[in-house]
């Protein structure tokens, strides 16, 4: 941004950071100045954002609002909804999510066609069978430039090589994942996706790169083992990434392993609830029932256990208040996984 800033362009960057107040208070005195507003940061503190900004007297459908994203995995329908709160029509492109590291630095992004396929795999499991094969997660998607990194599968890992500050020859960086071909997800789609090309009626002439894909489903080793069972928080937020849930659950949550007094294990998902949500028994139930049904279709470890073994192994929601002390400090980088 800044470099196109000094281009001659008008744009005004504000680093607000995580501070949601100061955000708000810059496009309150600015947005009458300019087209468009682009949001930047970690997707679910964007929502949360957008979602203050309304009950503030925001007018995010006034100006045109397009948002990059890092940090994060979200649904398709998940962009659906956050698209909605700010624009009478939508455009799934209003939304570039990237994927990026210290290490690194960018190392890929959606663009029009990855967001289309992503659509199409959310809907056409043939396709995402015949691509992916027994996983049950949808990954994220992004398009890289081979040139300026080299990515490899590597088991379940991926590896890069990059010429960066310190060139790092096969570097690990634990994100479980896989590189895919253009051609492959493109035979996929024709071969089992006939009517496919009505996904792509908004991409303009000439937008479709080339390009191969990262299929990426987060951190290998970014999990907690409950029961030989391994959980990952990529699960939990698939399973929290609900429509109903939307307008409830801010899309935060911090899970641990704890120990009952005789030593049974159990699973704790502690959840926050959106400004002036109030928890309630019978919403509780109701999450418990929905992850522990989603958690049965995506984690094979966990069915496994769900028979043989003598135990109740549902995971313990705790509905936590907005912005709570201890599990959700505004200002800090969201944690899945807590001691």
């Avoid at 281009?7 to 504000?14: A, R, S």
């Avoid at 045109?64 to 398709?76: A, G, H, I, K, T």
Wanted: aromatic residues 12%; contains cysteine.
């Amino acid at each position: 941004s800044f470099a196109v800033a000094a281009k001659g362009y008008p744009i005004t960057v504000v680093s607000a950071g995580n501070n949601k107040q100061e955000m708000l208070r810059a496009i309150e005195n600015l947005q009458d100045g300019y087209e468009q507003i682009l949001l930047v940061g970690h997707p679910l503190f964007i929502k949360d954002v957008i979602e203050s900004g309304a009950k503030t007297g925001v007018n995010w459908k006034k100006r045109r609002v397009r948002m990059m994203f890092c940090s994060e995995d979200f649904s398709e329908e998940w962009r659906r909804y956050v698209l909605a709160q700010v624009s009478n029509k939508p455009s799934a492109t209003d939304i570039i999510s990237t994927y990026g590291s210290s290490e690194m630095l960018l190392m890929g992004h959606e663009t029009p066609y990855s967001i289309a396929v992503r659509n199409i795999l959310e809907r056409t499991k043939l396709v995402q069978e015949k691509l992916f094969g027994t996983e049950k997660i949808i990954p994220n998607l992004f398009q890289y430039y081979p040139f300026l990194r080299h990515v490899e599968t590597v088991g379940d890992n991926l590896v890069f090589t990059s010429a960066s500050g310190i060139p790092l020859i096969r570097y690990n960086l634990h994100d479980r994942g896989r590189v895919v071909s253009f051609d492959a997800i493109h035979h996929a789609l024709t071969a089992y996706a006939p009517v496919w090309h009505k996904e792509f009626s908004e991409i303009k002439p000439g937008s479709i790169w080339k390009l191969p894909f990262i299929a990426l489903w987060g951190r290998s080793e970014y999990k907690i083992v409950f029961y030989a069972a391994n959980i990952y928080p990529e699960h939990v937020r698939s399973a929290l990434s609900y429509g109903p849930f939307f307008r409830l659950l801010t899309g935060k949550f911090a899970m641990r392993k704890g120990y009952a007094k005789n030593m049974d294990e159990y699973l704790e998902i502690n959840i926050e609830l959106r400004a002036g949500v109030k928890p309630r028994l019978g919403f509780t139930v109701s999450l418990q029932k929905h992850i522990v049904k989603h958690l049965r279709k995506v984690n094979m470890e966990y069915l496994f256990l769900w028979h043989p073994l003598d135990k109740d192994i549902r995971p313990h929601i705790k509905l936590r208040s907005y912005q709570d002390k201890r599990y959700f400090k505004p200002g800090l980088k969201p944690r899945s996984i807590i001691d």
